[in-house]
């Protein structure tokens, strides 16, 4: 197939630390491709994908800040902008376009009659969406778990496709695990203050990784800074080969949200790893993690130290194992490329 994928315009693809969305992006189009699909990523010229090409003649916002400082509030608009012009030209040259950002898109999509899907990377019951789904009843949303299908029209939805990372990214080690571990942005719906209380009440050291969010900067140095010293500490975003050295420590990664978590990419990192996950029951994370297998899904403070011990007695050769029968990038690929031919 052709299969054209629109990125957003906000890091490059793949991204160097932060950005979930880019990181799947990325993932998708390289299986697919190792798979004999002809794949076009419409994105940043910055972005990287060996086999597969990339059509975009301007850098990502990320980068434009780094080099010019703050950009105006309408830049990431005008990258748009661009993005949909390469869109329009380029569209009908692909069986399928799958878009994974702006909803601008949508309506180009829609006006040239191409075949189109889409993945939302956001929780899907908000009033933008609910809007979107009336105003584009024909496009396919593909879900990335079913507790956000269960926010999409019937007749929107192509189906349930769960996220996949490469088997060979990270690996099991035999290194020492003494601490817990948390990633995310630092801001209230992924919640770092619950990990810093549970290290605290367990007696644990913790490692914090993630960007303060620039959207509500005030909570990290409200809610997390106020903690951190020798044995809460915050190391900011990591790479994928720092996240390996940062899984290796864990006995745990805390996965405390307070939100409707769509998928929740790191829970499948840190299974890779072999390190089993706590997670808050919200969202996606009953799905994701196998409860007294690859973690626990618990509903309260008390509950996560009480079960504690639990944890610390999983098998990180079991972890790792579900993780490679359930979440790699080739069953992903198989799964969404299924769906296009099948819609």
Known sequence: ?????????????????????????????????????????????????????VLGEY?????????????????????????????????RDFDVVHLHGSAHASGVCAGLNVP??????????????????????????IAISRRQAADVPKGNLAGTVHHG???????LTDARRDRLVFIGRMTDQKRPDRAIELAQRVGLPLELAGPVDVGNPDYFR??????LDDDIRHVGSLTDSEKQAFFDKAIALVFPIDWPEPFG???????????PVIAWDQGSAGEVVSDGTTGIVVNSMWEAVARLPEVRELSPSTVRRVFEEKYSVERMASEVTNLYQES
């Open 265 to 275: 990419l790191v829970m499948i990192e840190a299974m890779a790893c072999g390190v």
């Open 116 to 141: 189109t899907f889409r993945t939302i990377h956001w929780r899907a019951d908000e009033a933008d969406h609910i809007r979107h789904f009336e105003r584009f009843p024909h496009e396919r949303v």
């Open 165 to 171: 990372i490469p088997v060979d990214r990270y690996k």
């Open 59 to 91: 850098r990502s916002l990320t980068a434009l800040a780094a080099e010019r400082g703050e950009l105006p509030p309408g830049f990431p608009a005008e990258l748009e902008a661009e993005q949909l012009s390469d869109l329009v030209r380029h569209a």
């Open 222 to 227: 409200k809610v997390v800074e106020p903690y």
């Open 1 to 53: 197939m052709r299969i054209a994928h629109v990125s957003p315009v906000i890091y490059p693809v793949p991204p160097e630390t932060y950005g979930g969305t880019e990181r799947v992006v990325a993932d998708l189009a390289t299986a697919q491709s190792r798979r004999g699909h002809d794949v076009m990523v419409f994105g940043p010229a910055d972005s990287r994908l060996p086999g597969v090409r």
